[in-house]
């Protein structure tokens, strides 16, 4: 069983409660707490050897990438992060300079984005190094922007340029929460997610949660410099790794024709670069446009954890 057959598996034997408005399937799960308060909730779990690898990376690094990693999520439903507690797993004699080190990144991107840590738990053992976040978020009047809206005819578009993150962005990326909270607030976007697992598997989550298709226009794919540089290496295209290669969140939306045109002429995202990369169908799947307007279907990947 994969890893999104084991979810979907859990998410439909899961009972849920009245103040839950969200459970399993999206960025976050969101809770009523009052009559007009949302609660955001996320966590993720990195393991040595998996999410990153502690002998060619400096734990600060990896410190920084699992608070970085939920704010992301939160990101993605365009609300704001508050706090966290955070679970660590220290292998059997691990130094203190190693721990400092380790909370030097926690706390450098926890105080850039305001977040407070006010818990969690530690252990040690004879496994890897493990820390898992879990990471509180309220919407400030905001509605939470979900995978499952995403309607035919909307524009898709997303941030920043893609692939290759393997080569030093995976553990540098910056959460584009700025950027989020600009596009909630003045913008409607109908269906957003953080391309976490790749492009095409992340737009998937998005066309199954809203019961939709896409066509992307190949020559529209953004590619990053270090997605061109890993095709040289890997002998896979440039526009595989664009379409393939996870970790980049940046973030990924559905929207109007009208709403998408608002945002590719604004200037209220700064420099971050915006791109329209295709167009959501009626018809199931992913389909790829070439330049000469041939059509194909291409099959959703990304990174799986089972």
Not at 52 to 66: E, N, P, S, Y
Not at 187 to 205: E, K, P, Q, R, V
Not at 244 to 266: F, H, P
Request: glycine residues 10%; hydrophobic residues 40%.
């Amino acid at each position: 069983m994969g890893e999104f057959a084991l979810i979907e598996w859990i998410r439909k034997h899961q009972k849920r409660r009245r103040d839950v408005v969200l459970g399993i399937g999206d960025d976050c799960a969101v809770i009523n707490v009052s009559s007009d308060k949302l609660c955001l909730i996320t966590t993720d779990m990195l393991v040595d050897g998996t999410h990153f690898d502690l002998k060619k990376c400096a734990i600060r690094d990896v410190g920084r990438k699992a608070i970085a990693c939920s704010i992301s999520d939160i990101a993605a439903m365009g609300c704001q992060p508050t706090v966290a507690v955070i679970s660590i797993c220290f292998p059997e004699h691990t130094t203190k300079k190693f721990v400092r080190e380790l909370y030097a990144g926690i706390w450098h991107i926890s105080d850039k984005y305001a977040i407070e840590i006010v818990g969690g738990d530690i252990i040690s053992g004879r496994g890897p190094f493990c820390i898992n976040v879990t990471m509180l978020g309220k919407d400030n009047e905001l509605k939470p922007i979900l995978r499952s809206g995403a309607r035919v005819g909307d524009k898709i578009l997303v941030t920043g340029k893609l692939g290759g993150s393997i080569l030093g962005k995976h553990l540098s990326f910056e959460p584009r929460l700025k950027e989020a909270l600009v596009l909630n607030k003045n913008f409607t976007i109908h269906a957003m997610i953080d391309i976490s697992d790749g492009l095409s598997a992340d737009l998937n989550h998005i066309l199954e949660e809203s019961g939709v298709g896409a066509v992307l226009d190949e020559d529209q794919i953004p590619i990053s410099p270090a997605a061109v540089k890993l095709s040289k290496k890997t002998g896979y295209t440039p526009l595989y790794h664009a379409l393939s290669d996870g970790e980049d969140y940046e973030l990924l939306m559905t929207l109007s024709k009208v709403q998408a045109k608002r945002i590719l002429s604004s200037d209220l995202l700064n420099d971050v670069k915006v791109s329209c990369i295709g167009e959501i169908v009626k018809s199931n799947g992913i389909w790829m446009k070439s330049s000469g307007g041939n059509i194909r279907p291409i099959k959703p990947h990304g990174y799986e954890h089972l």
